[in-house]
């Protein structure tokens, strides 16, 4: 599930909890709550994140596996991806031959 944690997502949540950490000298109770809410809003999103790339790509496997086809782009280049055209399922990866793409980058191939 956390082969989907993406970098930027990870330093945004080590600064805004050193922000916090910062911040937290001050004495002021309605910060402390105010703190305390972002603190714990910076720790949920990262989460709710992985937690819905993980699902879609739960979905595009049981796609894979039901025999459907996938349309999979990975920068400028774009897959149809298919256990028929020789793809196959690696935890949550797509393989064949060199090519590696990650299951919760595809969609329904019309």
Known sequence: MFD???QETIV???LLTLVIGLLRSTR???????LRFLLLFAISVPFLSVY???SIA???IQSIKNGNNLKCVVGLNSYRVSTKDGWSIDKNYFIKES???RADMCEDYE
Not at 28 to 34: G, L, P, R
Request: no cysteine; glycine share 0%; aromatic share 14%.
């Open 4 to 6: 989907y944690l993406d």
């Open 12 to 14: 945004a949540f080590i």
């Open 28 to 34: 002021e109770s309605n910060i402390n709550w105010d």
């Open 52 to 54: 819905e790339q993980n």
């Open 58 to 60: 739960l979905e595009n």
């Open 99 to 101: 090519v590696l793409i």
